[in-house]
């Protein structure tokens, strides 16, 4: 897997990892500066205002798309019309936006769970699935284990990348016709990969993805959310929760004292990995923010755009087959724009936002950090409106625009953090 992620060594601890920690400046609130007071209200309107909405909507999004790939799959391609394709491909796209809109807070779960490139790491191993999906064996494994056997089908061939590969091709949802053939794809043709086996390994990643996802959700919301359903093998799970606890084999429980979502909250509290409110808005700027800019600019983008580089690589490109990569690195871009400006969907500042606290205690970079927010949407914003995809042309003017754009904004988010430090 190529994707690449800083590992944030203080943020990638297990939430049963939490242990108290000494009481810092900060401590109970009652000795905060106006600054910190600030900052602690910033934070509190964030995590459930952002982080929690977003991760709410990714995990119920792709429960839905799993039901719907479920569907599809015990209806059989005989029933399978281009409207249901149609409609799947939709939920597909949903879910996948609230995972684009989430890459500004990858520290915590995503990172520490190792969430990230198990389910959004490209490009797909299409030899190693065309093999497996041609093994009688691993067809009836995934049809009666789902999610519990798509490692067999290989980890780079999982996640969202590997449900688009079989939902979409060259930019559009495949025909229902196309399933009650071969496929014709360059890799499968060969192997005589039937539409009834794509629909058996979608399925299963898309249940894989569900878990991973509810591990997102319960690993930073406290809410206990209901499963939907009661756990056939064993009586009594119902939260999801306790599902991914019992079930889904990702190292660590979220049953522990804080969810990842508590512990940024207690910020300068015994109890907390983050020691001051400083050090919570800096964490939200630099391993947030500023991490998905460098990955968007000079690896999402760079590594296809710059053919000239040590680093180039035309086949490095996210969502291929759906056309919908600059989409991707705008929802990357926008879910900066939310972590600055205090709640999932914003367009403008709130009152109590991390921007409004720079603006308002006189940071003097507070409106060019702005600026060049709007910069970085604006030159997305023109690589979609360019009616070219990048996956067809990825060296274009605009792509080089984009990288500059969002360089600037990475170098004022430090700029910003950097600020925040010295209060």
């Known amino acids: 897997?190529?994707?690449?992620?800083?590992?944030?060594?203080?943020?990638?601890?297990?939430?049963?990892?939490?242990?108290?920690?000494?009481?810092?400046?900060?401590?109970?609130?009652?000795?905060?500066?106006?600054?910190?007071?600030?900052?602690?209200?910033?934070?509190?309107?964030?995590v459930p205002g952002v982080i929690y909405s977003i991760y709410d909507k990714l995990a119920d999004s792709t429960a839905d798309l799993y039901d719907q790939l479920a569907d599809l799959k015990k209806g059989g391609v005989d029933a399978l019309?281009?409207?249901?394709?149609?409609?799947?491909?939709?939920?597909?796209?949903?879910?996948?936006?609230?995972?684009?809109?989430?890459?500004?807070?990858?520290?915590?779960?995503?990172?520490?769970?190792?969430i990230d490139p198990h389910i959004d790491s490209w490009p797909l191993d299409r030899k190693k699935l065309a093999k497996e999906l041609s093994k009688s064996d691993v067809i009836a494994d995934l049809e009666e284990e789902g999610a519990g056997a798509v490692d067999e089908v290989g980890t780079a061939n999982l996640g969202f990348h590997g449900i688009e590969f079989i939902l979409f091709r060259d930019g559009k949802p495949r025909e229902a016709s196309a399933f009650k053939s071969f496929d014709d794809d360059a890799e499968l043709a060969a192997y005589k990969i039937s539409g009834r086996c794509e629909l058996i390994f979608a399925a299963a990643v898309a249940e894989d993805l569900r878990n991973y996802c509810w591990k997102l959700q319960a690993s930073w919301n406290p809410k206990d959310f209901a499963l939907g359903f009661v756990y056939d093998f064993d009586e009594g799970i119902t939260t999801r929760r306790a599902y991914v606890n019992d079930v889904?084999?990702?190292?660590?429980?979220?049953?522990s004292d804080y969810t990842f979502g508590e512990n940024l909250l207690a910020s300068a509290t015994a109890g907390s990995t983050y020691r001051t409110w400083q050090r919570a808005v800096t964490t939200i700027l630099v391993s947030g923010c500023s991490n998905i800019c460098s990955e968007v600019a000079n690896s999402k983008i760079a590594s296809a755009y710059d053919v000239n580089s040590s680093d180039y690589d035309g086949d490095y490109i996210e969502s291929p087959y759906s056309k919908k990569s600059y989409l991707d690195f705008y929802n990357n871009i926008q879910s900066i724009v939310y972590s600055l400006y205090g709640k999932d969907g914003a367009t403008a500042p709130s009152s109590k936002c991390i921007y409004s606290v720079l603006s308002r205690f006189g940071y003097e970079g507070a409106a060019r950090l702005k600026s060049t927010l709007e910069g970085a949407v604006a030159?997305?914003?023109?690589?979609?409106?360019?009616?070219?995809?990048?996956?067809?042309?990825?060296?274009?003017?605009?792509?080089?625009?984009?990288?500059?754009?969002?360089?600037?904004?990475?170098?004022?988010?430090?700029?910003?953090?950097?600020?925040?430090?010295?209060?």
């Open 379 to 423: 030159s997305l914003q023109a690589c979609l409106d360019s009616g070219k995809a990048f996956v067809d042309e990825p060296t274009a003017e605009c792509a080089g625009n984009a990288i500059e754009a969002i360089n600037a904004l990475d170098v004022e988010l430090n700029k910003a953090a950097d600020w925040v430090s010295g209060l």
């Open 1 to 46: 897997m190529k994707k690449i992620f800083k590992l944030i060594a203080a943020l990638a601890v297990p939430a049963a990892a939490f242990v108290a920690c000494s009481k810092d400046e900060g401590g109970d609130g009652s000795d905060l500066t106006a600054e910190e007071k600030a900052l602690k209200a910033a934070v509190e309107e964030y």
């Open 81 to 114: 019309t281009d409207d249901k394709i149609a409609s799947v491909c939709n939920v597909f796209l949903d879910a996948r936006a609230y995972w684009e809109k989430s890459e500004a807070f990858l520290f915590g779960a995503a990172t520490a769970y190792g």
């Open 248 to 255: 889904v084999e990702i190292p660590g429980e979220v049953d």
